[in-house]
């Protein structure tokens, strides 16, 4: 999400960082505004969840589904995910029942009217990091401006 996690990802052996999160919160970005908010609202990764509550709720009326062990997702935590990410085999049965079509249109109509508290937002760990919704070349020359300092920083530190 910023040049220091780069540099600290680059020293740990790693070619790049993956930046979807932060580059999903950027103005470019086809996201909605409620959704880029809740991304830039995150305090820390606690507030992000790997789940498989959306993928199962999507999976009862899509004819594409997302088959086992690939039916899960890293969201932000929400009233969906604090209802039901515990309870999978529970939420199934729900929507197997006579209340499918109820649970299914209110998550429909979250997604719909963009409701970050009871829809899908997609994250990553670094969300707490995000403070602003920027340009997305502002973003990446932020991130190599906070790099090059940071290599500088560590230069310092070196040679004394």
């Known amino acids: 999400v910023d040049g220091r996690g ?3 990802a680059l020293s740990l ?3 790049g960082a993956v930046l979807g999160t ?3 919160a950027s103005e470019e970005a086809l996201g909605s505004t409620e ?3 809740a991304l830039m609202s995150a305090e820390s990764c606690d507030d992000v969840v790997r789940t498989r ?3 199962t709720i999507c999976n009862s009326h899509r004819q594409t589904k997302w088959p086992y062990p690939f039916d899960s997702s890293s969201t ?3 009233e969906t995910t604090e209802a039901w990410d515990t309870s999978i085999p529970e939420l199934e049965a729900e929507l197997k029942s006579g209340h499918k079509n ?3 249109e209110d998550f429909n109509r979250a997604e719909e009217e963009n409701l970050a508290s009871v829809g899908c937002v997609y994250s990553g760990q670094g969300v707490g990091e995000i403070t602003s919704i920027d340009p997305a070349y502002d973003i990446i020359q932020q991130i190599e401006k906070d790099a090059i300092i940071s290599l ?7 040679t004394v």
């Open 22 to 24: 932060r580059l999903w």
């Open 102 to 104: 109820t649970l299914v």
């Open 6 to 8: 780069l540099v600290a």
């Open 53 to 55: 509550v959306f993928d």
């Open 152 to 158: 500088s920083n560590l230069r310092k530190i070196m």
């Open 35 to 37: 959704y880029k908010n």
């Open 76 to 78: 932000l935590r929400n």
């Open 13 to 15: 052996g790693a070619d």
